[in-house]
C-alpha cells in the first residue's frame, strides 16, 4: 500500500496528479493530510476532489515548528500503526514532508520523496525548506528528482544513482490539469470577477510573498518597490495576501490605499492559475511560480538571494534579486518596457509526464 502525505496547499497541488495516477492504474493507496495549512489546503483538496482517508487537523494559530513537528510525529504514526503502509510518499520541503518522513524512518517504511534534489546549499535560505530536503534526501529510499540537475545535486551528496529517478517536476501536471478545467468554463463565474477588475489599459504584474527569511525588512523593502512601481500610469498590481498575520500586517500597513495596488484575499488554485495566465510580469518569493511560469512563458523576478531552481534563470525565465529594492525596480521596469520573448523554450522542470513515471517506477518495484 502506498502512503501520501502532504500538509500544504503547494504539496497538495503536486501530489494531486500522483494521486490521479495511482487512481488510473488501480494501486491500492491512502491519503494522509496534517493540514499545516488548512484553509489554504482545503482549497485545493476541493478542486481537486480529494478526500483523504485521515485529516489530522493540525494546524493551531501561530503554530511554531518544534510543536508542529511534535503533533506530527505522534498522530501519523497511530496512522503508521494501523495501515502498515510499504511506501510513504512525501513531496517537497515542508516540516510535514521532512517529520513524515523521519517518522516513518522510525518504523522502516520505505520513502519515496518526490521533487527531490532541489538545492541551494544555504541551509538559511530558504528557511527551514533547505534543511528539510537535504535530512529528507539523507533517509529516503526513492528520490524523484524533477531536472538532471537535481539528480546531480543528489550524486554529489552521495546519493546512490540507483535510488535516484528522473521524473520531471508533477507541477507541470497539475497546471495541465487546471487549464484543461479553466478551458471548459470551471470557475467562470470567479474569472468574470477578475475580468471586472482587471484594467485593459494597463500592465498586470502579479505579486506574491511569503518566505521566512524576507519577513521584516525584506518583506518592506519589497514593499517600498511596489510603491515606486505603482507610480507608472500604465501598471496595474494584483497582490493575494498570504494569510500569515507577519505578512498581512506588513503588506497591509505599507500598501493599502494605493489606486494601482490591489490586495486581495488568497485566491484558489484555478483563479490564481488563471491570473497567472493573465499577468505581463510575475514578482514572487514561491517556488511553485517559478516552475509554472515557464509553461506559460511568463517571466518571473524572484524576491530571493538564492534559488533551489537555477535551470530557470539558465533559461532565462527568471531573474534574482533578493529583497533589494532597486534592483527589483531595474528589473521591473527593464521587463515592462522590453517584454522578453520566450518563443521555442521550454518549461525546462517538466513535459506533465512526472506523475506517470513516478507511479510506473513503484509498480517495476513492486510496491
Known amino acids: 500500500m502506498v502512503l501520501l502525505c502532504f500538509g500544504t496547499r503547494p504539496e497538495a497541488i503536486k501530489m494531486a496528479p500522483v494521486l490521479y495516477e495511482l487512481k488510473r492504474q488501480k494501486l491500492n493507496f491512502r491519503v494522509c493530510v496534517t493540514a499545516q495549512h488548512r484553509e489554504m489546503l482545503d482549497q485545493v483538496l476541493g478542486f481537486f476532489e480529494i478526500i483523504p482517508d485521515y485529516d489530522l487537523d493540525l494546524m493551531k494559530q501561530n503554530q511554531n515548528l518544534n510543536l508542529l ?48 534534489g532541489l538545492r541551494t546549499g544555504n541551509l538559511k535560505s530558504p528557511f527551514p525548506e533547505e534543511g528539510n530536503r537535504q535530512l529528507i534526501s539523507r533517509i529516503a529510499d526513492y528520490n524523484f528528482a524533477p531536472t538532471l540537475m537535481a539528480k546531480n545535486n543528489l550524486l554529489k551528496e552521495a546519493v546512490p544513482e540507483e535510488k535516484i529517478i528522473v521524473t520531471g517536476n508533477t507541477i507541470v501536471d497539475a497546471l495541465l490539469i487546471a487549464k484543461s478545467k479553466i478551458a471548459v468554463g470551471y470557475l467562470s463565474e470567479k474569472i468574470r470577477e477578475f475580468q471586472v477588475l482587471l484594467r485593459k489599459d494597463k500592465k498586470l504584474i502579479l505579486v506574491t510573498g511569503h518566505r521566512r527569511e524576507n519577513f521584516g525588512k525584506g518583506l518592506e523593502a519589497v514593499c517600498q518597490a511596489l510603491l515606486e512601481i505603482a507610480k507608472r500610469d500604465d501598471v496595474q498590481i494584483i497582490f493575494p495576501v498570504h494569510l500569515n498575520p507577519t505578512v498581512e500586517k506588513t503588506v497591509y500597513e505599507l500598501l493599502d490605499h494605493n489606486p494601482n495596488i490591489n490586495l486581495i484575499k488568497p485566491v484558489n488554485y484555478p483563479s490564481f492559475i488563471w491570473l497567472m495566465m493573465e499577468s505581463d510580469l510575475i514578482i514572487s518569493d514561491s517556488g511553485g511560480i517559478q516552475e509554472e511560469a515557464p509553461s506559460l512563458k511568463k517571466p518571473v523576478i524572484v524576491t530571493r538571494e538564492t534559488t533551489e531552481r ?56 513492486n510496491v
Do not use: Y
Open 310 to 365: 537555477a535551470e530557470g534563470v539558465e533559461a532565462g525565465f527568471f531573474i534574482l534579486t533578493g529583497t533589494s529594492k532597486k534592483k527589483i525596480i531595474t528589473e521591473a521596469f527593464r521587463l515592462l518596457d522590453a517584454p522578453m520573448s520566450f518563443s521555442g523554450k521550454q518549461n525546462p522542470f517538466g513535459d506533465g509526464k512526472a506523475a506517470e513515471k513516478v507511479v510506473n517506477f513503484l509498480i517495476g518495484k
Open 69 to 116: 513537528s511534535a503533533d506530527i510525529v505522534s498522530e501519523i504514526d497511530k496512522v503508521f500503526e494501523e495501515i502498515c503502509p510499504d511506501i510513504v510518499l512525501v513531496q517537497g520541503d515542508t516540516t510535514t514532508a521532512f517529520i513524515a518522513s523521519l517518522a516513518a524512518f522510525n518504523r522502516r517504511i520505505k520513502i519515496g520523496h518526490i521533487e527531490a
